[in-house]
Structure formats: C-alpha cells, structure tokens
C-alpha cells in the first residue's frame, strides 16, 4: 500500500512461531531481511526496481543499516513495515523505516543508505538517473540519526573464523546482507541473549565476501554495553557494526 500524500509505503506482515528467536520474538535477521522485501517492493512500485534498473546495467547495493529497537513483534503478531525515500545525492539514497502494530506504535524504526552501481564495472553509479522520484519533496522525518564510525579493534579483542559457503550466497555470487548481521549476532552465546536485548544495530558494509573465503570475526564490549565489531579478510576490513546493548 502506498501513502501518495507523504510518499510512505508500507507492507503487513504476521509472524509466525517459526520465524521467532528463541527469546520469542522477531530476531533481527528476520527485520533486516523485512527491511530489504519492502524497499525492493516499494522500488518495484515506483518504476525503479530490478526491471528498470538491468536496462540501465544498474543495480542497488545496501551500503549500511542502522535500526533503533524499542520493543519487537512476538510469536502471532501482525506488524507492519512501513518505508520512504528520505534523500538522494550523487552517490546514495536514503531509504527510512518504522515497524509498527496495527494500531501504529512503533516497535522500531531504521535507516538504510544505497548505493546504485553499474553491473559490467561494478563501479558508484548516480543514483539521481532514476529520475524525480529519488527526490521527495517533503518526506517524513526519521528519527535514527546516522551510524557512528566503529572503531579500530583491540589486537586482543574476541575473536572466531568462518568460511563462507554456498548456502551464505545470493543472486550477484557474494556472501548475503543478512548471513553478515547473522555471523556477527553470533559471536555471542545464548547467555549473553538471555541477559541482554539489542537497542541499537549499526553495520556498514565495505566490500564483498565471497564463497570459500574466510574472514575473521571480531569484538569488544566496554563496560556501558556497547560493542564495536568487524568481519576482516587478510587484515582488510570488510563489515563494520555497532551495537548498544541493554538489560532485559
């Protein structure tokens, strides 16, 4: 459904005992995988997704995902996505979020930022080709405020390894938006879950991972509860996430 008065999109969802964590409630994997459905569904109704975008050897890349968290949907809820197009510039859009009950109270709310590029070079496109329609002239305002640059890692910090396999691919060949957010959720235990939910989710994604290739899983947590985490390739960056905890 689309709002044509302020340009907000928005999808219905229901969640089902299967989809929930074992907490019972919408895990975070499955909102990002939400997030990704209903901007590709809003592309699609505005002329500027998949079909649109191969005629011009264009495509969009999700460059980073930021998501404020105040409660989630439990096991049977009905939630609702809801999405706009915040800004353009010559090398991103800014795509919004909330996650709301029918009655709309917001669960939580998200901010993305894409980046369109051409498929033969696999090199920064301008996403302002698409037209009017990546310029809104009065969009709704987004509560998330942009990531904060996650820091270098401690030499010291935690760390584990994980080769990529068929499985953690998508469509283009390289390792899927959400195997990435999977891979760093799971550098904690059950324990650490049980203790603490998520309040804030930053991850920026630097550059590709592909199949059979192995990457380095890394974090520290300081003592207000927040964690600075990266997945590193021969010592070269690859994802970066923040992440604020709290009491449950």
């Known amino acids: ?3 044509n008065d302020n340009q907000i999109f928005s999808e219905q969802y229901f969640l089902t005992a299967g989809e929930c964590n074992a907490e019972g409630w919408m895990p975070l ?3 990002v995988s939400r997030l990704i459905e209903t901007a590709t569904n809003h592309a699609n109704s505005l002329g500027i ?3 649109r975008l191969i005629e011009l050897d264009l495509a969009w890349v999700l460059s980073r995902v930021s998501i404020e968290i105040d409660s989630l949907p439990g096991i049977n809820d009905t939630y609702v996505l809801n999405t706009w197009i915040e800004s353009t510039n010559r090398l991103f859009s800014e795509r919004c979020f909330t996650i709301t009950n029918l009655d709309g109270k917001v669960f939580a709310s998200a901010r993305t930022t894409w980046a369109a590029i051409c498929i033969t070079t696999r090199q920064a496109a301008n996403p ?3 037209g009017e329609v990546m310029f809104p002239s009065n969009p709704p305002v987004c509560e998330v405020k942009p990531a904060k640059r996650t820091p270098v890692i401690p030499e010291n910090a935690e760390s584990d390894t ?3 396999r068929y499985c953690d691919l998508d469509l283009n060949r390289h390792v899927n938006t959400v195997r990435y957010v999977a891979l760093i959720l799971n550098h904690w235990g059950l324990d650490w879950y049980d203790r603490y939910k998520i309040n804030r989710f930053d991850i920026a994604f630097h550059h590709e991972c592909h199949f059979s290739e192995t990457v380095s899983v890394r974090a520290v947590t300081d003592e207000s509860l927040v964690s600075a985490c990266e997945l590193s390739l021969a010592d070269r960056r690859m994802v970066s996430s923040n992440i604020i905890w709290q009491n449950r």
């Open 1 to 3: 459904m689309r709002d």
């Open 29 to 31: 994997t499955l909102l």
């Open 49 to 51: 997704g998949y079909a």
């Open 128 to 130: 302002g080709v698409l």
């Open 162 to 164: 994980y080769t990529f």
